[in-house]
């Protein structure tokens, strides 16, 4: 990672701040009683941290994806759940500034979520598509002159109780075909989002993410123009990959700490004796690394390509970049939580020392399941066959 700028060095300081002194504190808490962080989000509110990505001219601080990658990492270090709200927001934020095209009434909302730091979730996956975010079933419904309604059956919106807008992908019409989609940005007072289900799951038990009968009515301007297509290759499904990864590379970090300090503190109680799995932690820093690697070349990849030429995110190979990250990623990081587990032993199976690892581990569990890798792997095999070499 390099060195970002120093007008963005100070939310990174602050993030970090907020991730040692705000999340890490209230992270077991959290994970036990499956809650919202709410004083880690609330923290991050006081720090203008949620209007990071809007752009300066309309209020923001404009943050660098790199910067905002940054801070990912840091609140994953401390707390998944944090880390994974602050993400889906910001991937939201980004998505709706990269494809504004000078709409009036999303620039507006841009500067009232600055002002107001307001919060974005997001209803991609449905039920009956599950995570092909390249399908819908519900659609954006005409109700007279400028008025638009949905019905959508959605199993998991993380932090849906306590968002105050929701971004919807829906079919354009009720006509549409299934892949004929747009996105809806609603605001609280306009969505109903009725509970179907409890959030009691083995990991990210911060994120609050049980399914919901979401039912909006809302002015047809709060449809983004760009064609959906081009929203989701060159903006939502790159940045979710690349700020997810960063994310689970944070958790495995912290794992991988723990474990180094586990064995430190072993090797200082019996100096000279033989540490068995310090090789054990070799290995796991080998992994670690190659994670590293991969996360932040992919990021560097994107920024490329995005400055250049954005139409290149659109081609098959970037298609298969950006898989193939979240591919690596998601596997990557679980397996060095389990590595920093064998290396501490019982001492890292319990949830109640300095160096317990099974939260870790239960959190990077859900990177295989935030789109099915095999779904991924499905789309990258066709692709595979035709796609042009990079
Ligand atoms: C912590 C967490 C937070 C989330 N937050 C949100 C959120 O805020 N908003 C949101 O919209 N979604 C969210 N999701 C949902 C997520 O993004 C996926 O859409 C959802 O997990 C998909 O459901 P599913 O696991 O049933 O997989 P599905 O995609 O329905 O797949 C079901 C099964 O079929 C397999 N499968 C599917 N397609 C193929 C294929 N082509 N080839 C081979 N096998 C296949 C899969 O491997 C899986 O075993 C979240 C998920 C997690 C884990």
């Known amino acids: 990672m390099s060195v970002p700028a120093d007008s963005e060095r100070g ?24 809650r919202f962080p709410a004083e880690a989000l609330e923290a991050l509110r006081g720090a203008g941290a949620l209007s990071a990505a809007v752009p300066e001219a309309l209020g923001g601080q404009g943050a660098s994806l790199e910067t905002i990658a940054r801070c990912c990492f840091e609140l994953g270090r401390r707390c998944s759940s944090t880390a994974m709200v602050f993400a889906m927001h910001q991937i939201q934020v980004l998505t709706i500034a990269r494809h504004l095209d000078g709409a009036p009434w999303f620039e507006s909302y841009l500067r009232e979520l600055h002002q107001e730091q307001r919060l974005i979730a997001s209803a991609t996956s449905e039920v009956g598509t599950g995570g092909d975010m390249s399908r819908s079933i519900a659609a954006a419904t005409p109700e007279g002159e400028g008025v638009l309604s949905f019905e959508k059956q959605a199993p998991t919106v993380s932090y849906g109780a306590h968002a105050d807008d929701l971004l919807t992908t829906l079919r354009r019409t009720p006509d549409a075909e299934p892949g004929d989609q747009v996105l809806a940005l609603t605001k609280s007072g306009q969505a109903e989002l009725e509970p179907a289900g409890a959030w009691d799951t ?22 983004l123009a760009a064609p959906f297509a081009e929203v989701m290759n060159q903006s939502m499904v790159p940045l979710s990959h690349i700020l997810w ?13 723990r474990a180094r300090a586990f064995l430190r503190a072993s090797a200082r109680r019996r100096p000279g004796e033989p540490l068995p799995a310090a090789a054990r932690l070799s290995h796991v820093m080998a992994e670690l690394t190659l994670l590293r690697g991969e996360v932040s070349q992919a990021l560097h990849d994107f920024q490329a390509d995005d400055v250049d030429d954005r139409a290149r995110l659109m081609t ?39 160096y317990s690892v099974g939260r870790h581990l239960r959190d990077a569990l ?9 779904r991924l792997h499905a789309t990258d095999a066709a692709l595979l066959l035709i796609a042009k070499e990079p």
């Open 316 to 354: 098959m190979a970037s298609v298969l970049r950006f898989n193939n990250l979240k591919l690596a990623a998601s596997e990557h990081a679980p397996s060095v939580c389990a590595g920093a587990l064998e290396v501490v032993g019982i001492v890292g199976y319990r949830n109640d020392t300095p």
């Open 11 to 34: 939310l990174l300081e602050a993030v970090r701040r907020i991730a040692e002194e705000v999340a890490a504190a209230a992270a077991d808490d959290v994970d036990r009683n499956a």
């Open 366 to 374: 859900s990177a295989r399941l935030m789109v099915a890798n095999e």
């Open 245 to 257: 990864s960063h994310v689970w590379l944070g958790i495995a970090t912290d794992a991988f700490e």
């Open 202 to 223: 083995l990991g990210m038990r911060g994120t609050c993410s049980p399914g919901f009968l979401v039912r909006a009515r809302f002015a047809s301007e709060q449809v």
